[in-house]
Antibody, heavy 124, light 111 residues
Framework: QITLKESGPTLVKPTQTLTLTCTFS??????????VGWIRQPPGKALEWLAL???????RYSPSLKSRLTITKDTSKNQVVLTMTSVDPVDTATYYC????????????????WGQGTLVTVSS | QSVLTQPPSVSGAPGQRVTISCTGS?????????VHWYQQLPGTAPKLLIY???NRPSGVPGRFSGSKSGTSASLAVTGLQAEDEADYYC???????????FGTGTKVTVL
């Protein structure tokens, strides 16, 4: 059974760095083709993909946020960490991490298991 | 600003059929990248509903179906039920952006 859970601060001040941790179970991030992604959703708005890390440590980032994001993994701890620098009130959102299985190649797979999400508010 | 466009809302009476469109371009859906659909019930995380354009994960009712043609995809819900009232999102990959992209989202209301 695959589960994921996000953790991190609920309140961050503008210009600070946000660090979120995704702790998962039921799969290994060293299995070929597997990935873990981060997706966020501002209140009342649509989903926005942020970043994804693959089993081989390859990384992909949203072009619009690439300069502010870093995604890393710790396979031994079953964790994926996302850092976002220079946060702004527009970064207020629920942040989700999700499992990405191998499906018809390493690019086209869905996000099949999601964490419950963690609401992060950016405010002074 | 999403590259996948969905209607903001659709509605139907219980038992009716509704469809949600997802319009992309030649760099995503038209480039033969798979389309996936998610259902998000109020206050909960998204749930995978359809993957690989038309496949249902185990446990998803058969009244949900997906299709894809050209630069668009569609999600159909037949025999609409009150519990289907939720937000629905399509998702694909865009080769021009080198990014995973989500649709703008559609709210389904059961009248």
């Amino acid at each position: 059974q695959i589960t994921l859970k996000e953790s991190g601060p609920t309140l961050v001040k503008p210009t600070q760095t946000l660090t979120l941790t995704c702790t998962f179970s039921g799969f290994s991030l060293s299995t070929s083709g597997v990935g873990v992604g981060w997706i966020r959703q501002p209140p009342g708005k649509a989903l926005e993909w942020l970043a994804l890390i693959y089993w081989d440590d390859a990384k992909r980032y949203s072009p619009s946020l690439k300069s502010r994001l870093t995604i890393t993994k710790d396979t031994s701890k079953n964790q994926v960490v996302l850092t976002m620098t220079s946060v702004d009130p527009v970064d207020t959102a629920t942040y989700y991490c999700a499992h990405r299985p191998f499906f018809r190649g390493v690019i086209t797979g869905p996000f099949d298991y999601w964490g419950q999400g963690t609401l992060v508010t950016v405010s002074s | 600003q999403s590259v996948l466009t969905q209607p903001p809302s659709v509605s139907g009476a219980p038992g009716q059929r509704v469809t949600i469109s997802c319009t992309g371009s030649s760099s995503n859906i038209g480039a033969r990248f798979d389309v996936h659909w998610y259902q998000q019930l109020p206050g909960t995380a998204p749930k995978l509903l359809i993957y690989g354009n038309s496949n249902r994960p185990s446990g998803v009712p058969g009244r949900f179906s997906g299709s894809k043609s050209g630069t668009s995809a569609s999600l159909a819900v037949t025999g609409l039920q009150a519990e289907d009232e939720a937000d629905y999102y399509c998702q694909s990959y865009d080769s021009s952006l080198s990014a995973y992209v989500f649709g703008t989202g559609t709210k389904v209301t059961v009248l």
